[in-house]
Nanobody, 114 residues
Framework: QVQVVESGGGLVQVGGSLRLSCAAS????????MGWYRQAPGKQRELVAS???????NYADSVKGRFTISRDNAKNTVYLQMNSLKPEDTAVYYC????????WGQGTQVTVSS
């Protein structure tokens, strides 16, 4: 079993920054995919950014140039640095870890106030 725990969410003003962290623990052989998703009220969950084991990254168009995803393979941890935050970034952010099957964290709230 794998446990996935996010941290780092909170309330920030427009233009501010936050750094989310997601740590995986448990029976982990290797992590192939790590990603951050978000879900705003009344909207579907969407991919924000992802990173493969080989450090290949992918970003939603809406966050390119503002968000940076990174991972520490030794710690089984993925980070999301979020800069120049906008009100439309307000959502619950979820971490997804894929070993042989996907695992999701419980989510962390990010609120950007104008």
């Amino acid at each position: 079993q794998v446990q996935v725990v996010e941290s780092g969410g909170g309330l920030v003003q427009v233009g501010g920054s936050l750094r989310l962290s997601c740590a995986a623990s448990g029976s982990i052989f290797s992590i192939n995919f790590m990603g951050w998703y978000r879900q705003a009220p009344g909207k579907q969950r969407e991919l924000v950014a992802s990173i493969t084991r080989g450090a290949g990254t992918n970003y939603a168009d809406s966050v390119k140039g503002r968000f940076t995803i990174s991972r520490d393979n030794a710690k089984n941890t993925v980070y999301l640095q979020m800069n120049s935050l906008k009100p439309e970034d307000t959502a619950v952010y979820y971490c997804k870890i894929v070993t042989q099957i996907p695992y999701w964290g419980q989510g962390t709230q990010v609120t950007v106030s104008s």
